[in-house]
C-alpha cells in the first residue's frame, strides 16, 4: 500500500509559478512511476507528468511542456510538481498518483494509488 499526501497548491495569479508536493509513504518507490493528474470543473481527470523513481525519466503532457517540471527527492520520499507561467486554464485540483511498474503510463486507470488532490487556482 502506497499513502500519498499532496500540499502546495493555492490562488495564484496568471505568470505566476507553484511547487506542488507529494510525501508518500509505505512503500519503497524503486519500482514505481509516479504521476500527477488533474480535473478540472465538469472535466475528466487528465495526465499532467510522471517521472520513473528508479531512472528519474519523465514524461510530460503537451499543454505544459516546457512550463512544468516534475522531480522526485529519494531522501523525502516527495515528488515535486514545479509550475510556471500558470494560466487559468492550469485551474483544477491536482492529484498526486503512483503505479507499480517502470512504464511512464499518461492514463488515469494505470495507477493504483491515488492522492486526495490539492486545489490549484489561476486567476487572469
Known amino acids: 500500500q502506497v499513502h500519498l499526501v499532496e500540499s502546495g497548491g493555492g490562488l495564484v495569479q496568471a505568470g505566476d509559478s507553484l511547487r506542488l508536493s507529494c510525501a508518500a509513504s509505505?512503500?519503497?518507490?524503486?519500482?514505481?512511476?509516479m504521476g500527477w493528474f488533474r480535473q478540472a470543473p465538469g472535466k475528466e481527470r487528465e495526465f499532467v507528468a510522471a517521472i520513473r523513481w528508479s531512472t528519474g525519466s519523465t514524461l510530460y503532457a503537451d499543454s505544459v511542456k516546457g512550463r512544468f517540471t516534475i522531480s522526485r527527492d529519494n531522501g523525502k520520499n516527495t515528488v515535486y510538481l514545479q509550475m510556471n507561467s500558470l494560466k487559468p486554464d492550469d485551474t483544477a485540483v491536482y492529484y498526486c498518483?503512483?503505479?507499480?511498474?517502470?512504464?511512464?503510463?499518461?492514463?488515469?486507470?494505470?495507477?493504483?494509488?491515488w492522492g486526495q488532490g490539492t486545489q490549484v487556482t489561476v486567476s487572469s
Open positions: 509505505g512503500r519503497t518507490l524503486s519500482s514505481y512511476v
Open positions: 498518483a503512483a503505479r507499480y511498474g517502470s512504464g511512464l503510463q499518461m492514463v488515469v486507470y494505470e495507477y493504483g494509488y
